[in-house]
């Protein structure tokens, strides 16, 4: 069983929209998930802002990947890398620690 970061069942981060590497509504530790899509964040418009300008947009809606487009806060399974950048950049959004998976990097 899934784990988050306080030890206890990895909660859904979204299912409207849903999010996730497998698009089951979880942030799970996946090791065929190169991204590593494993922090559930509350997104705002500053944080989009920002993603946008490091090239990925997650604002546009891109039906045909079955992607909706996110809005400031809507919840959302981000990837470790930008999570990081954007802790950097002083932008990264709150995250949901029931639905935040826990690795052993933590």
Same mark, same amino acid.
């Given at each position: 069983?899934?784990?988050?970061?306080?030890?206890?069942?990895?909660?859904?981060?979204?299912?409207?929209?849903?999010?996730?590497?497998?698009?089951?509504? *979880?942030?799970?530790? $996946?090791? @065929?998930?190169?991204?590593?899509?494993?922090?559930?964040?509350?997104?705002? &418009?500053? *944080?989009?802002?920002?993603?946008?300008?490091?090239?990925?947009?997650?604002?546009?809606?891109?039906?045909? $990947?079955?992607?909706?487009?996110?809005?400031?806060?809507?919840?959302?399974?981000?990837?470790?890398? @930008?999570?990081? &950048?954007? @802790?950097?950049?002083?932008?990264?959004?709150? &995250?949901?620690? @029931?639905?935040?998976?826990?690795?052993?990097?933590?």
């Amino acid at each position: 069983m899934d784990e988050n970061v306080l030890g206890e069942p990895l909660a859904p981060c979204s299912e409207d929209p849903m999010t996730g590497f497998e698009r089951d509504g *979880f942030c799970r530790v $996946l090791a @065929r998930d190169p991204g590593r899509h494993e922090v559930c964040a509350v997104m705002t &418009e500053e *944080f989009l802002s920002f993603t946008r300008a490091q090239g990925n947009d997650l604002t546009t809606p891109r039906p045909r $990947l079955n992607f909706p487009g996110l809005e400031p806060g809507d919840r959302w399974c981000l990837c470790v890398p @930008r999570w990081v &950048e954007a @802790r950097e950049a002083n932008v990264v959004p709150l &995250e949901t620690l @029931r639905a935040h998976a826990h690795t052993a990097e933590e």
